[in-house]
């Protein structure tokens, strides 16, 4: 049952992708940085049978985690039914790929019956606010014992002007997300990078199922 608080949040989301959809292809390249990087490490560290994507938006990992896993069974789910539709059109060939409307948290997600070996959170966890604790522990209880956690997102920034300017677009940038991550899962990698020279940092993290 979702609290009065998750439902407004999550019509918030809703609506700001109502337009966002339309031009997030165009412009997302140029700031949503190291979602391939954390696909590779994936990929060295294990050969995952069952994949989900928690909040794949117009689904530019799920294409490219079907190319990387082509035998996986692949699962995105998604609040945004207009970010949903961009990722059904966009994987239409892939036969792989699954796609679920719903927020995160709701319905029992697995993969009949089968849970998930690998999460993958891109850039969205620090879009669900308050809430990210609780998501981090549902992907936990979802995923298979010694199954990993995957996510990469921003971190920082320095400049308050940046982090008004990204609170507007409802992302907060505090660097608030590692704490829970390194208390729940064994830390495989965990690394922070400089976008822009500096003008923010973003992060990835590969973790393990204790
Ligand atoms: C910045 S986009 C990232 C999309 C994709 N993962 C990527 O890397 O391009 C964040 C996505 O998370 C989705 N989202 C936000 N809150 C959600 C929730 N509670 N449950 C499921 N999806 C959610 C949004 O609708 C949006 O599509």
Redesign the pocket.
């Known amino acids: 049952m979702l609290q009065e608080g998750?439902i407004i949040?999550?019509q918030r989301?809703?609506n700001y992708?109502r337009f966002q959809s339309m031009i997030?292809d165009s412009t997302?390249w140029s700031f949503?940085f190291g979602?391939n990087l954390i696909l590779d490490r994936i990929a060295k560290e294990t050969s995952p049978q069952k994949i989900l994507?928690?909040?794949?938006?117009?689904g530019?990992?799920l294409k490219n985690l079907s190319k990387k896993f082509p035998n996986s069974k692949i699962l995105g789910?998604?609040?945004?039914a207009d970010?949903i539709q961009i990722a059904q059109k966009k994987n239409k060939n892939s036969s792989n790929i699954q796609l679920i409307e719903?927020?995160?948290?709701t319905k029992k997600i697995n993969f009949e019956g089968e849970q998930p070996d690998v999460i993958l959170?891109?850039?969205?966890l620090t879009?669900?606010n308050p809430?990210f604790s609780s998501?981090i522990l549902q992907a936990y209880e979802d995923l298979k014992p010694g199954g990993y956690i995957a996510v990469?997102d921003f971190y920082n920034s320095k400049h308050s002007w940046f982090r008004n300017h990204m609170s507007n677009h409802h992302v907060r940038m505090e660097s608030h997300l590692h704490p829970i991550l390194e208390r729940k899962f064994e830390v495989v990698n965990s690394d922070i990078f400089n976008a822009y020279f500096g003008v923010w940092e973003y992060f990835t993290f590969l973790g393990k199922k204790k």
């Open positions: 998750s949040q999550n989301i809703q992708y997030y997302r949503l979602r994507e928690i909040g794949c938006g117009t530019y990992n789910l998604d609040v945004s970010m719903s927020p995160y948290g959170f891109s850039y969205m879009m669900v809430d998501m990469v």
